[in-house]
Antibody, heavy 119, light 110 residues
Framework: QVQLQESGPGLVRPSETLSLTCTVSGGSISGYYLSWIRQPPGKGLEWIGYIHYSGRTHYNPSLKSRVTISVDTSRNQFSLELTSVTAADTAIYYC?????????????WGQGTLVTVSS | QSVLTQPPSASGTPGQRVTISCSGSSSSIGTNTVKWYQHLPGTAPKLLIYNNNQRPSGVPDRFSGSKSGTSASLAINGLQSEDEADYYCATWHDSLNAPVFGGGTKLTVL
């Protein structure tokens, strides 16, 4: 059974960098798209960006200047960095996996981790 | 504001049929396939429909999807209490060159 688990600080100070890691167990990340998606409190889902296991990335244009997604295939992990955070970046952050033919067709999600931006 | 427009809420009584709409444009739904996700509070979203009208294995046939032009719909037949959740449509947006979600519809089973 494939499982994804987000890890990282639950509290980040304004202007600092949010860093999260997603560990994939029970299956490989090779051959898949790996995404970060978030949900601010009381709002809908927002795609942050994705990385192909080969390393090719694609970011939401509205966040592109602040986002970096990377992958470590040896550890079956991928990571998110979001710089210069503000309160508007407070959200539940999900990592997700989708097949190589359809990045939007997510077959496995993490449970999500709440990240609060506050001083 | 999402580029895919969904009604913020929908409701129905057990056994009823409910439909949720998702309106896009020629750059999104008009040229790309639509997925639907079910999101129960405190859990990970679940893929309900892919390729406009296909159900992954394990999804009851009470759920169905359709697409016409620049809009799509999710229909739920025989509404059950466990269907109470948020529902999101998703597709690729050619102009934004990015995946996009709808704003979500909160379904209440009365």
């Amino acid at each position: 059974q494939v499982q994804l688990q987000e890890s990282g600080p639950g509290l980040v100070r304004p202007s600092e960098t949010l860093s999260l890691t997603c560990t994939v167990s029970g299956g490989s990340i090779s051959g898949y798209y790996l995404s970060w998606i978030r949900q601010p409190p009381g709002k809908g889902l927002e795609w942050i960006g994705y990385i192909h296991y080969s390393g090719r990335t694609h970011y939401n244009p509205s966040l592109k200047s602040r986002v970096t997604i990377s992958v470590d295939t040896s550890r079956n992990q991928f990571s998110l960095e979001l710089t210069s955070v503000t309160a508007a970046d407070t959200a539940i952050y999900y990592c997700a996996r989708s097949p190589s033919w359809a990045v939007i067709e997510i077959d496995y999600w993490g449970q999500g981790t709440l990240v609060t931006v506050s001083s | 504001q999402s580029v895919l427009t969904q009604p913020p809420s929908a409701s129905g009584t057990p056994g009823q049929r409910v439909t949720i709409s998702c309106s896009g444009s020629s750059s999104s739904i008009g040229t790309n396939t639509v997925k639907w996700y079910q999101h129960l509070p405190g859990t990970a979203p679940k893929l309900l429909i892919y390729n406009n009208n296909q159900r992954p294995s394990g999804v009851p046939d009470r759920f169905s999807g359709s697409k016409s032009g620049t809009s799509a719909s999710l229909a739920i037949n025989g509404l059950q209490s466990e269907d109470e959740a948020d529902y999101y449509c998703a597709t690729w947006h050619d102009s934004l060159n990015a995946p996009v979600f709808g704003g979500g519809t909160k379904l209440t089973v009365l």
